[in-house]
C-alpha cells in the first residue's frame, strides 16, 4: 500500500493514541498564537522548526532531519511530512489535516504546500531564521504566488513558548528526576584509570533505565584539559588521577529537557585550591541569578549582577556570556529551546515560570573547565530549582 494508504488505516486504529497532552493544552497554545499572528497582520504561518511543530500539535518523531512544515492559520493546522513518516503525524498529532510527500521526491513538497498556502490568505509569515526552512522552498513559493506577501516572522512563537504552562512544568519536573538518575550514575561511574565514554555509557544507561525518552543531546563527559574547551565531549580518553571530571545530562520527558551540569576530582587526592574557588565562583553566580531572577526584572539585568560578581576572575576564565537559556520541548540536535537568553543586551523581562538552564562553566584554558548548573523556574519573588544538584566540588574515591 502507498502512504495514503497507510495514513487511512492507521487512523482507523491508532489516530492521536500517541498526543502527549490534551486538546485543551493545545488549543490553550494555538489560540496565544493567533493573537501573535493578528498583532503581526499575517493570515497564516509556515512553521519549520521541529519543536515547534510538536509544541502546536504533538507530532514527535525522531527523524527530524528531513523536511516538515506546519501550516497555521487560525482555526486550520494542516500537517506536510515526508510518506514515511505519516504514521507518526496520525499517532502523534492533533491537525485538521496531513499531507504526505514522498521521501524520495522532495521535489514534490511545493505544489501541495503552495495550494495550501494559497488557499490561507495572502500574508504569510516565515521563519526565515529558524530550523527546517530550505531555501528552496522560500523560493518556489515566491515563483508560484508572485500575488502573496511572505514576511518574516522569525521569533513570533517564542513569547508564547516561554511562559510555561502547569503540564509543562510537571514534565520538566520528570525530567528533572530522571536527569539527576543520569548525573548520580556518572559520578559513581568516575575514577581514576576508567574512560569518559564509560562514564557516559553509566548515565545514558541509567536514563533509558529511568524512563527517558531519545534525548537532545547525548550525555557529555570531559575530563582534565580537554574539559577546558567548550563542546567537547567523551572520545575514549582514560580519566587521569587529579582530573576534574566535567558532566552534563538531560533526560527528555514528553520532549521536555531539565539539564544539570555537574564536576568531581577523579581518585583520592581531592581538589586544589584553585578548583575550589572556581567552583564557589559557580556557587555565587547561581546565588546572584536566582535571586535576579524576578518577574519584571530583565534577563540583562540579572546577566550584568553575575557579570559584576564574575569580574575578579574574567581575565583567567573563559565563559560564554550565556547565563541562563530557555529550555522546553526539543528535538536533536540540542536541548537549548532559543526563546529566551540571560546575557547582556536582553531586555525581555522575567516572568513567572518561564524557565532556564543556568550552565555556569568556568574554563581556565589549557588547563580545565568547572561546571555546576541547576534547571530553574521563575517564581514569584526569584528562581526556583527544579533540579537537585549537589554543589560540594568532591573526589570520586
Request: glycine share 10%; hydrophobic share 45%.
Amino acid at each position: 500500500m502507498d502512504h495514503i494508504a497507510y495514513q487511512d488505516r492507521l487512523r482507523a486504529v491508532l489516530m492521536n493514541r500517541e498526543a502527549a497532552f490534551p486538546d485543551t493544552e493545545f488549543d490553550r497554545r494555538c489560540l496565544a498564537l493567533d493573537r501573535h499572528l493578528d498583532m503581526a497582520g499575517l493570515d497564516a504561518v509556515l512553521i519549520t522548526h521541529p519543536a515547534d511543530i510538536y509544541y502546536l500539535t504533538g507530532y514527535n518523531t525522531f527523524e527530524v532531519s528531513v523536511y516538515t512544515g506546519l501550516l497555521y492559520q487560525s482555526g486550520r493546522r494542516v500537517l506536510q511530512v515526508p510518506s514515511i513518516e505519516t504514521g507518526p503525524a496520525v499517532a502523534c498529532a492533533r491537525c485538521e489535516e496531513i499531507i504526505g510527500y514522498p521521501w524520495e521526491g522532495p521535489g514534490e513538497i511545493l505544489g501541495p504546500l503552495a495550494d495550501t498556502l494559497a488557499s490561507m490568505g495572502s500574508t504569510i509569515g516565515l521563519d526565515l531564521w529558524g530550523a527546517g526552512l530550505r531555501s528552496g522552498i522560500v523560493d518556489g513559493l515566491k515563483a508560484r504566488l508572485p500575488d502573496h506577501r511572505f514576511v518574516d516572522a522569525s521569533g513570533l512563537l517564542a513569547p508564547v513558548r516561554l511562559v510555561k504552562s502547569d503540564l509543562e512544568i510537571a514534565c520538566l519536573e520528570r525530567s528533572a528526576r530522571i536527569t539527576e538518575i543520569g548525573i548520580a550514575a556518572a559520578r559513581a561511574a568516575v575514577s581514576a584509570g576508567v574512560t569518559d565514554n564509560e562514564v557516559a555509557a553509566a548515565a545514558s544507561d541509567a536514563m533509558l533505565t529511568a524512563g527517558t525518552e531519545f534525548m537532545s543531546m547525548q550525555p557529555i563527559v570531559v575530563a582534565g584539559l580537554r574539559s577546558s574547551i567548550i563542546h567537547t565531549n567523551h572520545r575514549r580518553f582514560a580519566i587521569a588521577e587529579g582530573e576534574p571530571v566535567f558532566i552534563e545530562v538531560g533526560a527528555a520527558y514528553e520532549r521536555y529537557t531539565a539539564p544539570l551540569m555537574h564536576t568531581l576530582v577523579a581518585g583520592s587526592q581531592g581538589p586544589d585550591s584553585r578548583m575550589l574557588q572556581v567552583a564557589r565562583m559557580c556557587r555565587t553566580l547561581y546565588e546572584t541569578l536566582i535571586n535576579a531572577m524576578v518577574p519584571g526584572h530583565t534577563f540583562a539585568e540579572a546577566a550584568a549582577k553575575a557579570d559584576t560578581e564574575l569580574a575578579p576572575l574574567a581575565g583567567d576564565i573563559f565563559f560564554s556570556g550565556v547565563y541562563g537559556y530557555s529550555v522546553g520541548a526539543q528535538f536533536p540536535p540540542s536541548w537549548v529551546e532559543g526563546t529566551g537568553f540571560i546575557a547582556r543586551g536582553q531586555e525581555t523581562p522575567f516572568e513567572e515560570n518561564m524557565v532556564f538552564h543556568l550552565p555556569l562553566c568556568l574554563r581556565i584554558p589549557g588547563l580545565w573547565g568547572m561546571g555546576f548548573s541547576e534547571t530553574v523556574r521563575v517564581g514569584p519573588s526569584g528562581g526556583v530549582a527544579l533540579t537537585r544538584n549537589s554543589w560540594v566540588l568532591q573526589q570520586s574515591d
